[in-house]
């Protein structure tokens, strides 16, 4: 069992750091104010191969493993977790094309998607319908020329600003067998978009409904089968929690460096607050909860990409326990800033309220603790 990271990993992980800090951190403030981020930044991103991180290189993607894409986004979230996270839904949708699209429609979409001078959303989420997401409501009709949709879709990350959406819609009976995935481009008339929600933390993405109104699409939009959507959906889930993931480990080990370096300077009862040992095994314990949750992560990880038969179960394990992990650590990063970890200046606060949605999205903890417990009593 080999645990070190080959050089080529190790060049991925301080490429993509280099570039956070040249091209991210130095923003993330300003773009969080504006509610957006400038989409001129994802080209430059594109040129590293980031915009299909794990399509394969026979369609024009970078073709890395699930694991080294988790050192992407550790590494891009050290300067900004919404982000991070934000490149991480465009990186599932164009690995969905890339897997399941048709030639013609693949054509169409992915080269422009790998350059990223479009940007794609993932629609399954509904006002209705979270968690039990195989209980959308959204429906795709069959007509002559294709499918024309009606329904809404909640929380889309991107919903507004994105150029396309695969939209997980039903065109057959209830339940998961159902459900479609379908293309909608910005742009085609009865697609339409709610107000810009008003978040905690991932504020620099833009989240909005998603409506469809009598909004018609060419039969050549849908991805893959009929009926086959939500499988495609979940499938995409498994990686996108990885990389969820991912973005807590890098933002909290961003504010464990941080606060290393605060408690050497700041002082209380006439020395460096590092000085004081319970403080010294507070700095510990996040150190040892940081590294084995990137352990968790990794290997996660490498059982999605060997295809492991408790693939599944490990991603929703490692989700769990890298976002809780890393919510606790950002949070008590925060506590030994005293007041200055609560002023926006010091970065901690903004870490905080990031990370806290990684528990609740890419389906929530108690999900993922539903995902484990069923594999355990299934396996008895
Ligand atoms: C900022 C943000 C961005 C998002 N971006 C997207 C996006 O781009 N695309 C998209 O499709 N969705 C997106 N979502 C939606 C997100 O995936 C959902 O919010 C999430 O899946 C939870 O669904 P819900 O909010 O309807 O909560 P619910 O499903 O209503 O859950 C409410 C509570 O009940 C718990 N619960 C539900 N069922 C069970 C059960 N069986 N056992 C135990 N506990 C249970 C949940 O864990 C939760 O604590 C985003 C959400 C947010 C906040």
């Known amino acids: 069992m080999d645990f070190a990271l080959s050089e080529e990993q190790e060049a991925i992980l301080d490429m993509a750091r280099a570039f956070g800090e040249a091209e991210i951190a130095p923003h993330a403030r300003t773009w969080e104010a504006e509610g957006t981020i400038p989409k001129a930044l994802w080209p430059k991103l594109a040129e590293l191969g980031f915009g299909g991180l794990y399509v394969s290189e026979e369609n024009g993607g970078a073709g890395l493993s699930r694991l080294d894409a988790t050192l992407v986004f550790e590494a891009l979230s050290r300067s900004c977790a919404s982000v991070a996270a934000f490149l991480s839904i465009h990186n599932m949708c164009a ?14 979409f992915l080269p422009r998607a790998l350059r990223m001078e479009i940007f794609f959303s993932y629609c399954l989420t509904e006002p209705g319908s979270g968690s039990d997401a195989a209980a959308l409501k959204t429906r795709a009709a069959r007509t002559n020329e294709g499918y024309t949709l009606d329904g809404t879709k909640a929380f889309i990350s991107g919903g507004g600003y994105s150029d396309a959406y695969i939209v997980m819609a039903r065109t057959g009976e209830d339940g998961p067998r159902g459900i479609s995935a379908i293309v ?9 978009f709610g107000g810009l929600e008003d978040k905690m933390g991932w ?11 009598a909004c018609a699409v060419p039969a050549g939009n849908l991805l893959g089968e009929e009926g086959h959507g939500f499988r495609y959906a979940m499938m995409g889930l498994d990686g996108g929690r990885l990389n969820i993931a991912a973005c807590s480990l890098g933002a909290a080990q961003a504010a464990l460096d941080a606060t290393l370096l605060y408690m050497g300077e700041r002082k209380a009862f006439g020395k460096t607050i590092d ?11 996040m150190e040892i909860e940081l590294e084995a949750a990137r352990t968790l992560l990794r290997q996660a990880a490498w059982k999605l990409d060997t295809g492991a038969p408790d693939a599944t179960k490990a991603c929703a394990m490692a989700k769990k326990f890298v ?3 890393g919510s606790r650590v950002a949070d008590q990063c925060l506590q030994l800033h005293g007041g200055y970890g609560y002023l926006a200046d010091y970065g901690i606060e903004k870490i905080v309220r990031d990370l806290r949605v990684h528990q609740i999205l890419e389906g929530t903890n108690e999900i993922m603790r539903m995902i484990v ?4 009593l299934a396996a008895r």
């Open 95 to 108: 690995k969905m094309l890339d897997t399941f699209a048709s030639d013609e429609l693949r054509e169409r």
């Open 184 to 192: 909608v481009e910005d742009g085609t008339p009865g697609l339409s």
């Open 203 to 213: 504020r620099s993405q833009p989240t909005r409904q998603v409506q469809f109104d």
């Open 275 to 285: 000085q004081f040992q319970a403080l010294q095994f507070r700095l510990a314990d």
């Open 323 to 325: 976002t809780e992990a």
């Open 373 to 376: 417990a069923r594999q355990m």
